[in-house]
């Protein structure tokens, strides 16, 4: 009787679908927005007394299109696929005491965790 479910067995597990890739706009409006509008918007979004946008260095943190884009110094803030090729990722992760980290250490605004920086890594890495 074994003999004759391995092949149906194995056959099954051949066709298995891999699991869905989680969905790119649902996981930023569930997970991704709250974190970048705690510790990025207020620097890279949000808007100063007079009303202006602020967008320091030419980053906004506001909308999916915008992480991609990427401001004037670092490049894109989003390389699909590859979190270590992206510089939103990588300056969230950088040490406090590096001058590149995000946000910088004299900012108010709380850096990410260990957790929050494998979700966003997670979400670059392979959401579509």
Known sequence: MTRLL??????????????AAPDRKAMYEKEIKPLMER???GCHGGKDAQGKVRARGGYRATSIAELE???KEQGAGITWGKPMESSLYL??????TDD?????????????TAAELETLRRWIETSK
């Open 39 to 41: 510790s990025c918007v």
């Open 91 to 96: 300056l969230s992760k950088a040490n406090r």
């Open 69 to 71: 884009k990427g401001g």
């Open 100 to 112: 590149l980290a995000m946000p910088p250490r004299k900012s108010k605004a709380q850096p990410l």
């Open 6 to 19: 391995l092949p149906v067995l194995l056959a099954a597990a051949a066709h298995a679908e891999t699991p």
